[in-house]
């Protein structure tokens, strides 16, 4: 069966340090990827998907970035992190073709102090 | 852009009252439709889903959801609530076709024993 982890579970940063979490998959192959923030009363937002290695689609512009240097793994990543950063990060995944169930990882809880 | 609105952001209820969490979209082509669902200290979770067909889709655990077009609505409905239903509520849409799903902001339900 498949199973998706995300490390580390929780994170206490200071602003300007970096940032890396990382997302791996297991039991599927060429998954589509994706990175969500949840912030309390906001939802989902939709950060950064991918249908490939080395493929990445931003949608929301800022300080954040992502790649996938391997199939089933999808990196977050931050030079430099401002306090709006905080907040909690999802890691989720569907099958190669579009509009499929999406199936979610624990999550990683970002603190940016 | 497209959009999904949940109106409801806390819902409180006794056991057994029938619950209705409303869902609009704005989007005027085709669409998939989601809800998930995040208990307590668990991953998100699939719902129910609408693709196609049937416009009342049924879901795990006695829920129900009814796709109306012409409203851009997708209603989640459970006649008899239960308190383990206490849980984080999510609508989804997926514009057919692409990769990208825009999540609503959650309704937090409490169902009181």
Do not use: M
């Not at chain 1, 793994?73 to 990060?89: A, E, N, P, T, V």
């Amino acid at each position: 069966s498949q199973t998706i982890h995300q490390w580390p579970a929780t994170l206490v940063q200071p602003v300007g340090s970096p940032l890396s979490l990382e997302c791996t998959v297991e039991g599927t192959s060429n998954p589509n990827l994706y990175w969500y923030r949840q912030a309390a009363g906001r939802g989902l937002q939709l950060l950064f998907y991918s249908v490939g290695i080395g493929q990445i689609s931003s949608e929301v512009p800022q300080n954040l970035s992502a790649s996938r240097p391997q199939d089933r793994q999808f990196i977050l990543s931050s030079k430099k992190l401002l306090l709006s950063d905080s907040g909690f990060y999802l890691c989720a995944w569907t099958s190669g073709s579009s509009s499929d169930t999406q199936y979610f990882g624990p999550g990683t809880r970002l603190t940016v102090l | 852009a497209q959009s999904v609105s949940q109106h409801n952001h806390h819902v409180i209820l006794s056991e057994a009252a029938s619950l209705e969490l409303g869902c609009n979209y704005s989007y005027g082509g085709t669409v998939n439709l989601f809800w998930y669902v995040q208990y307590p200290g668990q991953h998100l979770q699939l719902l129910l889903k609408y693709f196609s067909g049937d416009p009342l889709v049924k879901g795990i655990k006695g829920f129900e959801a009814e796709f109306i077009k012409s409203k851009f609505s997708f209603n989640l409905r459970k006649p008899s609530v239960q308190w383990s239903d206490t849980a984080e509520y999510f609508c989804a849409v997926n514009v057919a076709g692409t990769y990208k799903y825009i999540f609503g902001t959650g309704t937090r339900l409490k169902v009181l024993a």
